[in-house]
Nanobody
Framework: VQLQASGGGLVQAGGSLRLSCADS????????VGWFRQAPGKEREFVAG????????YYADSVKGRFTISRDNAKNTVYLQMNSLKPEDTALYYC?????????????????WGQGTQVTVSS
């Protein structure tokens, strides 16, 4: 599995961004996918996850109601739509492929990681 995250950038508070995570090896469709983020000086944390079918999603409380995760298995791509962005959302965002079909929040169940895309939200 080789994951490529993109779509990050600089945006003002209240703005929106859509992150994409493409799987070039075409193995996404059988596994859950998660988005994680790491802010400077902080540990990497779970943001959102989606099951292999797309039928189940799960969000961290800090982003619930503002972020939406979705996937297009035909395109081997997972998306993270981020609305109402806040300065505290500033972080390096990673997509990760799980070894399981269902969502988990533990990083240990995600053996496949992309390189990260930077999101910066100005106040």
């Amino acid at each position: 599995v080789q994951l490529q995250a993109s779509g990050g950038g600089l945006v003002q508070a209240g703005g929106s961004l859509r992150l994409s995570c493409a799987d070039s090896r075409r193995t996404f469709s059988n596994n859950a996918v998660g988005w994680f983020r790491q802010a400077p000086g902080k540990e990497r944390e779970f943001v959102a996850g989606i099951s292999w079918s797309g039928g189940s999603t799960y969000y961290a409380d800090s982003v619930k109601g503002r972020f939406t995760i979705s996937r297009d298995n035909a395109k081997n791509t997972v998306y993270l739509q981020m609305n109402s962005l806040k300065p505290e959302d500033t972080a390096l965002y990673y997509c990760a492929g799980s070894q399981f079909s269902q969502i988990g929040v533990a990083q240990a169940q995600y053996p496949y990681w992309g390189q990260g895309t930077q999101v910066t939200v100005s106040s």
